[in-house]
């Protein structure tokens, strides 16, 4: 499979909102979509990596799928709202790497 930019990746959401989705939800429905999302995200990594075991209905969840579902719906925000995600991951890449780039090697517990 042929790998996809971000923007790219925004662009194939928009597309398909509009080729097969007819328009968008609003931002609201869509912000509750995508806390929905994580949830099952959220229920996966818990039975995965954490302590609880999976019931039945669970074993046939997918953590990539999962994941794939809660980039979509953020794409989905992002584009209706008008934010290049590609811009907002460089400039969030450097917030981070100007306030921690020192934090984290310093860190005893690390």
Same mark, same amino acid.
């Given at each position: =499979?042929?790998?996809?930019?971000?923007? $790219?990746?925004?662009?194939?959401?928009?597309?398909?909102? #509009?080729?097969?989705?007819?328009?968008?939800?609003?931002?609201?429905?869509? =912000?509750?979509?995508?806390?929905?999302?994580?949830?099952?995200?959220? *229920?996966?990594?818990?039975?995965?990596?954490?302590?609880?075991?999976?019931?039945?209905?669970? #074993?046939? *969840?997918?953590?990539?799928?999962? =994941?794939?579902?809660?980039?979509?719906?953020?794409?989905?925000?992002?584009? &209706?709202?008008?934010?290049? =995600?590609?811009?907002?991951?460089?400039?969030?890449? &450097?917030? #981070?790497?100007? *306030?921690?780039? $020192? *934090?984290?090697?310093?860190? #005893?517990?690390?």
């Amino acid at each position: =499979m042929a790998e996809i930019t971000i923007q $790219e990746a925004q662009q194939k959401v928009d597309n398909w909102i #509009k080729t097969y989705g007819v328009r968008y939800f609003n931002e609201l429905t869509n =912000m509750t979509i995508l806390t929905e999302e994580v949830g099952e995200l959220a *229920r996966i990594m818990a039975r995965t990596y954490g302590e609880q075991s999976f019931k039945e209905s669970d #074993k046939h *969840r997918d953590l990539g799928d999962e =994941m794939a579902d809660v980039l979509w719906v953020l794409l989905c925000l992002a584009n &209706q709202t008008g934010v290049d =995600m590609t811009a907002a991951f460089e400039k969030n890449l &450097q917030k #981070k790497t100007n *306030r921690d780039k $020192e *934090r984290h090697i310093n860190n #005893k517990k690390l």
